[in-house]
């Protein structure tokens, strides 16, 4: 039995997608509905390395070209699309998730690394 968050806490899950994985477009509202499910913020952002101009229009709002922080990507959240990293108050928790996963396992694996 997962063990409940703390509402309190400033949780934040990043999921990296790129147009080249569609199995990474697929997992956008997954990622959404888990993160309003539990009011956790989500940042969609795009593979740094494909031009938004590839992007179809409906896929805009996911869109996101942050820079991710070096200990994202020295953990390797660019190495495979999607990649979901997990992050409380500004602190990445547990390893970053490569791959797509299905939506009954996604929460889990969310959910696991605040724990």
């Not at 934040?12 to 477009?25: A, D, F, N």
């Not at 390395?49 to 896929?59: A, C, H, K, N, T």
């Not at 999607?82 to 992050?87: D, E």
């Amino acid at each position: 039995m997962m063990l409940p968050v703390l509402a309190s806490a400033n949780i934040e899950v990043i999921y990296t997608w790129s147009t080249m994985m569609p199995l990474s477009i697929e997992g956008i509202p997954d990622v959404q509905a888990v993160c309003d499910k539990h009011e956790f913020q989500c940042t969609f952002v795009l593979d740094p390395f494909q031009p938004v101009e590839w992007i179809d229009s409906e896929l805009l709002p996911y869109v996101h070209t942050q820079e991710l922080s070096d200990q994202l990507i020295e953990m390797g959240i660019l190495n495979h699309f999607p990649g979901i990293a997990v992050l409380k108050d500004g602190v990445v928790m547990g390893n970053i998730h490569l791959g797509y996963l299905e939506p009954h396992m996604l929460e889990v694996i969310i959910l696991r690394r605040l724990q």
